[in-house]
């Protein structure tokens, strides 16, 4: 029998979800700028517990780097940040729009 190590305490998930949340919007910044894309990240979040804080590291991730954000109020489905995406982009050819969801975790909410 091998030996189980322990469930990880939540403070310890938060804390790994807040760093590796760092490290993705900080690798999606340097993409964005690799790519030349210079116009606004839309900006949406699900409904999973740690949404809000991991949407407020984000949003200082992309601002410290001089992101333009667009937020939407409240939860937001996927396709509602698509369709902003597409609007914005539509008939242009400079300054075009991306975006991303937040969702922090698959983990329980309580997590």
Not at 3 to 15: G, I, K, N, Q, V
Not at 45 to 61: C, F, G, N, R, Y
Request: proline share 10%; glycine share 8%.
């Amino acid at each position: 029998m091998s030996p189980r190590s322990p469930r990880p305490r939540p403070w310890l998930r938060t804390l790994v979800a807040l760093v590796a949340g760092l490290a993705v919007c900080q690798a999606l910044v340097e993409y964005r700028q690799a790519q030349g894309i210079t116009g606004p990240l839309f900006i949406g979040k699900d409904t999973h517990a740690l949404s809000e804080p991991a949407q407020a590291t984000a949003i200082e991730v992309f601002a410290a780097n001089g992101v333009e954000i667009r937020l939407s109020e409240g939860y937001t489905p996927t396709p509602v940040v698509s369709h902003a995406i597409l609007t914005w982009n539509r008939g242009r050819i400079s300054a075009l729009a991306d975006g991303v969801v937040i969702t922090p975790s698959h983990n329980p909410p309580e997590d």
